[in-house]
């Protein structure tokens, strides 16, 4: 059983910065997708960026050329780097780990979920 724990979440004005963290258990973080979601109230769950075990990245259309994921194997970590936050990036955010070294997709496991509020 892998257990994932976010920290870093928060309330930012818009236009703002905030750097999310994942840490993993377990001796094979380095062989697995790693992936943020998110979900807003009344909305379903989607998926925000993902990352290879090489470090491939993937990002949704909403977030590109913001947000940034990446990876920290000797860490056991994944981040996701959230600039010029929007009131639309307001969600709670998830962190997962795939079920292959490639795919995002179809998490294997699921953190609790760290709040991020986008608001003046």
């Known amino acids: 059983q892998v257990q994932l724990v976010e920290s870093g979440g928060g309330l930012v004005q818009p236009g703002g910065s905030l750097r999310l963290s994942c840490a993993a258990s377990?001796?094979?973080?380095?062989?697995?997708?790693m992936g943020w979601y998110r979900q807003a109230p009344g909305k379903l769950r989607e998926l925000v960026a993902g990352?290879?075990?090489?470090?491939?990245?993937n990002y949704a259309d909403s977030v590109k050329g913001r947000f940034t994921i990446s990876r920290d194997n000797a860490k056991n970590t994944v981040y996701l780097q959230m600039n010029s936050l929007k009131p639309e990036d307001t969600a709670v955010y998830y962190c997962?780990?795939?079920?292959?070294?490639?795919?995002?997709?179809?998490?294997?496991?699921w953190g609790q979920g760290t709040q991020v509020t986008v608001s003046s």
């Open positions: 377990g001796s094979f973080f380095r062989l697995y997708a």
């Open positions: 997962s780990q795939g079920k292959d070294s490639f795919s995002s997709r179809d998490p294997a496991y």
């Open positions: 990352i290879t075990n090489g470090g491939g990245t």
